[in-house]
């Protein structure tokens, strides 16, 4: 793994969200043979988690890829209170227990690892590599694939229905950009790791009964309104070369 990440962290990159991607279709059915939602999900999802993290770990790249604390004042980041407000947006319609408690459990440590994941993969390996090249492409490139990656959920058995996943794809990819922003300017991973996992977890509780698509798109443009705008902010009071795209 480490010849590979040497040679090209572009082509690491890409194998490992293709195994990522595979791994996540092939825990559908697995789900439904062992008769737990997420329990495959779970171990795929832990297995690869500790994979990434001892890799960073051991090769000294912790900081290059934000696994560290930022040095850049809270205030700078509004004490991240609009992270707080989009983690939680989805207990906005109430709240409902909508899995058993075994398939609770191992939903929220799937949704858990959802969040390290796919952070390390899109903001970290990926965000990182292009960046050596062009920092505008890298940004755009970031969002954009983090965001069509949400479109696997239509072809992989997971039952999400067209238009609900589309207003997913077009909410990652603004997700997508204000994470590169925080990441590029602040230095830290971790609030973006942290705020992700949050999301995808409190989504276990969500209470979508009577949930219309009119409601689902009005959801959708109050959360790109503030994550574009909070985004936008950032850009303007977070310092310009807080992270450079070097190995440090």
């Given at each position: 793994?480490?010849?590979?990440?040497?040679k090209s962290e572009i082509t690491f990159t890409i194998v490992w969200i293709v195994v990522y991607c595979v791994l996540q279709s092939v825990a559908n059915p697995l789900n439904k043979i062992i008769g737990i939602e997420g329990a495959a999900n779970a171990v795929f999802n832990v297995v690869m988690t500790v994979v990434l993290f001892n890799f960073i770990r051991k090769n000294g790249l912790l900081e290059k890829y934000g696994l560290c604390k930022t040095t850049v004042p809270a205030r700078k980041?509004?004490?991240?209170?609009?992270?707080?407000?989009?983690?939680?947006?989805?207990?906005?319609?109430?709240?409902?227990?909508?899995?058993?408690?075994?398939?609770?459990?191992?939903?929220?440590?799937?949704?858990?690892?959802?969040?390290?994941?796919?952070?390390?993969?899109?903001?970290?390996?990926?965000?990182?590599?292009?960046?050596?090249?062009?920092?505008?492409?890298?940004?755009?490139?970031?969002?954009?694939?983090?965001?069509?990656?949400?479109?696997?959920?239509?072809?992989?058995?997971?039952?999400?229905?067209?238009?609900?996943?589309?207003?997913?794809?077009?909410?990652?990819?603004?997700?997508?950009?204000?994470?590169?922003?925080?990441?590029?300017?602040?230095?830290?991973?971790?609030?973006?790791?942290?705020?992700?996992?949050?999301?995808?977890?409190?989504?276990?509780?969500?209470?979508?009964?009577?949930?219309?698509?009119?409601?689902?798109?009005?959801?959708?443009?109050?959360?790109?309104?503030?994550?574009?705008?909070?985004?936008?902010?950032?850009?303007?009071?977070?310092?310009?070369?807080?992270?450079?795209?070097?190995?440090?």
């Amino acid at each position: 793994m480490k010849k590979l990440y040497e040679k090209s962290e572009i082509t690491f990159t890409i194998v490992w969200i293709v195994v990522y991607c595979v791994l996540q279709s092939v825990a559908n059915p697995l789900n439904k043979i062992i008769g737990i939602e997420g329990a495959a999900n779970a171990v795929f999802n832990v297995v690869m988690t500790v994979v990434l993290f001892n890799f960073i770990r051991k090769n000294g790249l912790l900081e290059k890829y934000g696994l560290c604390k930022t040095t850049v004042p809270a205030r700078k980041f509004l004490y991240y209170v609009p992270l707080f407000i989009l983690a939680t947006s989805n207990l906005w319609f109430g709240i409902a227990v909508n899995l058993p408690l075994i398939d609770t459990v191992c939903y929220l440590i799937y949704m858990l690892c959802v969040g390290f994941i796919e952070e390390v993969l899109f903001r970290g390996f990926l965000f990182k590599a292009m960046a050596k090249d062009n920092i505008k492409s890298a940004i755009i490139i970031s969002s954009v694939t983090f965001g069509l990656g949400h479109l696997l959920h239509l072809i992989n058995g997971s039952g999400v229905e067209l238009i609900p996943n589309l207003c997913q794809v077009i909410r990652a990819i603004a997700i997508g950009y204000l994470f590169v922003v925080i990441f590029y300017r602040g230095g830290s991973l971790l609030p973006c790791i942290i705020t992700h996992s949050a999301i995808d977890m409190i989504s276990a509780f969500a209470n979508e009964t009577g949930l219309t698509v009119e409601k689902r798109i009005d959801h959708n443009l109050i959360l790109i309104a503030l994550i574009l705008a909070y985004a936008l902010i950032l850009t303007k009071v977070l310092p310009k070369n807080r992270n450079d795209t070097g190995d440090r």
